[in-house]
Nanobody, 124 residues
Framework: VQLQASGGGLVQAGGSLTLSCAAS????????MGWFRQAPGKEREFVAS????????YSSDSVKGRFTISRDNAKNTVYLQMNSLKADDTAVYYC??????????????????WGQGTQVTVSS
């Protein structure tokens, strides 16, 4: 599966952005989808994941209550709605896929088919 993330940009602290990740090549609904981010000089970190049907969601503590992951299997797209953005949210955001049964795993190593990433910059 090929992934294309988009929707990043420059936003002021407290603002909102919605990221999209379009998938192609394989049956999108078969995959668990995840969002990750990587800030300069830091390791890639888990943000949120969503099950095949969208009924199960898991988010990192750092974004819980501010970010919402969702998916539209008819459009082969997963979204990340980001509200109340902070300067610490500045990073390149990536989407990725995982196969198998859904679990609340934040392991980067369990995900693959990484898209090219989209830059999110939050000014304070």
């Amino acid at each position: 599966v090929q992934l294309q993330a988009s929707g990043g940009g420059l936003v002021q602290a407290g603002g909102s952005l919605t990221l999209s990740c379009a998938a192609s090549g394989r049956t999108f609904s078969n995959y668990i989808m995840g969002w990750f981010r990587q800030a300069p000089g830091k390791e890639r970190e888990f943000v949120a994941s969503i099950s095949w049907s969208g009924s199960k969601i898991y988010s990192s503590d750092s974004v819980k209550g501010r970010f919402t992951i969702s998916r539209d299997n008819a459009k082969n797209t997963v979204y990340l709605q980001m509200n109340s953005l902070k300067a610490d949210d500045t990073a390149v955001y990536y989407c990725a896929v995982r196969q198998g049964y859904y679990s609340e795993s934040s392991s980067v190593a369990e995900f693959g088919s990484w898209g090219q990433g989209t830059q999110v910059t939050v000014s304070s």
